[in-house]
């Protein structure tokens, strides 16, 4: 759908009011509920993962007084991680008019955003939101969006850094990423402006389908001495069993951006906790809906990242992790 076809369908959602108190808004029958969109790029269908972003922002809201069913209608949108799947989920949600619209972050933000600058945007999971142009600043962000960062390009070079001081040997790294988003792109360009300094190649794998995956890892794995980083995004997310599964067969180490590949057994992960990001972008739709501006809500950044070490899978590889590693962890799974 076209931009003008998308900004008509948004004619009576930009004149809703958004100064309703509280009070007003739980009185309100249900045809009448505040309506709030969330637009998932969601590469496995009932993606439990996500699926509980969900949850977590569904369960802040309703401590903050807004009840789905009641005095809220939540407008929850899946789609996959491309291009044409993605516009294609905007414009079914913009079609229902929403007030607000919480997205993720690099995947369906910019889309949301090339489709109107009129509702109020919150992203979840941002990645470098200034450096992607999503906002002016992170103090003033400007238009009609806020959000929560995941972290900026900077942090993409720590994980090299990690995969060197878990395995020194290491001399070429596959990177996994989604080279069709800003997000992808920028963590790919980190991770190689580095690489030289550590004394290792870089190799990029990308994530169309599982056997472009299957493929570059197999590859990789002729070489001595390699190792993995899996970047994030919601395509490489939706491959996280593949991924975790062939490195612990080609006894690859590797280190991931998030820590739902350690979960599903990958050996480290270093990231922010973004089930956390979610319940706290239900304060900011709490806010706008009450009539604050997504201009006047600075960008938050995380309060932590968590170093997550598997020693399991470190072990079935034939590794034993560096005490200087193993030391630093906010979790050790043994």
Do not use: C
């Not at 990690?162 to 963590?187: C, E, F, M, W």
């Not at 739902?260 to 906790?273: Q, R």
């Amino acid at each position: 759908m076209r931009r003008r076809e998308l900004l008509a369908i948004l004619g009576g959602a930009a004149t809703l009011p958004l100064a309703y108190s509280i009070h007003a808004a739980r009185a309100q029958p249900a045809d009448q509920a505040r309506r709030v969109g969330v637009l998932l790029a969601e590469a496995i269908e009932d993606d439990p993962e996500y699926e509980g972003r969900i949850s977590a922002f569904t369960a802040a809201l309703r401590d903050l007084g807004w009840i789905d069913g009641q005095n809220l209608k939540m407008l929850v949108h899946r789609a996959k991680p491309s291009y044409a799947d993605i516009r294609k989920g905007v414009a079914e949600l913009l079609a229902e008019n929403p007030e607000i619209i919480v997205a993720g972050g690099g995947t369906t933000t910019p889309p949301v955003l090339q489709a109107t600058n009129k509702i109020p945007v919150v992203f979840a999971t941002a990645i470098d939101p200034v450096g992607s142009g999503l906002v002016e600043s992170l103090a003033q962000p400007g238009g009609n969006v806020t959000g929560f960062m995941q972290f900026d390009y900077s942090l993409s070079a720590k994980w090299l850094e990690l995969l060197k001081q878990a395995v020194p040997s290491t001399v070429r790294v596959g990177v996994i990423r989604d080279p069709t988003v800003p997000s992808g792109i920028g963590q790919f360009a980190v991770i190689q402006s580095v690489a030289g300094s550590v004394g290792v190649d870089i190799i990029p794998i990308n994530t169309r389908n599982a056997g472009e995956i299957e493929s570059g890892i197999a590859k990789l794995a002729r070489l001595p001495n390699g190792g993995l980083i899996a970047t994030s995004g919601a395509a490489v997310n939706g491959h996280r069993d593949l991924i975790v599964q062939l490195a612990a067969r080609y006894r690859l180490p590797a280190v991931y951006a998030g820590r739902m590949f350690v979960d599903h057994g990958g050996m480290i992960a270093y990231g922010a906790d973004v089930v956390k990001n979610y319940r706290r972008a239900a304060g900011y739709v709490d806010r706008i809906l009450k009539g604050e501006k997504p201009a006047d809500l600075p960008v938050q950044a995380p309060n932590k990242y968590d170093l997550v070490v598997n020693l399991k899978a470190a072990k079935s590889i034939g590794l034993e992790l560096p005490a200087t590693v193993v030391g630093r962890a906010d979790e050790v799974i043994e």
